[in-house]
C-alpha cells in the first residue's frame, strides 16, 4: 500500500469521526430545548421553577428568636480564639496573559 494512500485514509477517517462526533454533540445538547422554551408563556416558567425549597427555609429562618443572652454567657464568654492569621503570599503579574 502506497504511504500517502496510507496518510490519506488515516485522515479521511478521522475527519469523519469528528464530524459524527459533532452531529452526535449538536443533536445530545441542542434538539428540542429551542422547541420547548419558545412553547413556553411566563406563567408557565414562574409555575415551573417555584423556589418552594427557598420559600420554607426563608418561613423557616424567619421564625426564629435569637436571644442576646447568649452573648453574655460565661461559656460563651470563655471561648478562646485559635484562629492563625494567614500570611500573605507575592502575588503574580497583573496581566498574566499579556506577552513577557
Do not use: C, H, W
Amino acid at each position: 500500500m502506497n504511504p500517502n494512500k496510507s496518510k490519506k485514509s488515516k485522515t479521511l477517517i478521522i475527519v469523519v469521526a469528528v464530524i459524527i462526533a459533532a452531529f452526535v454533540g449538536y443533536s445530545l445538547f441542542f434538539t428540542g430545548n429551542a422547541d420547548d422554551l419558545a412553547t413556553l408563556s411566563p406563567q408557565d416558567i414562574n409555575q415551573n421553577q417555584t423556589g418552594d425549597d427557598l420559600l420554607i427555609i426563608f418561613a423557616e429562618l424567619s421564625a426564629l428568636n435569637l436571644d442576646p443572652a447568649i452573648l453574655r454567657n460565661p461559656v460563651f464568654i470563655s471561648l478562646q480564639d485559635f484562629s492563625q492569621e494567614i500570611p500573605s503570599e507575592p502575588s503574580g503579574r497583573v496581566n498574566p496573559f499579556a506577552p513577557i
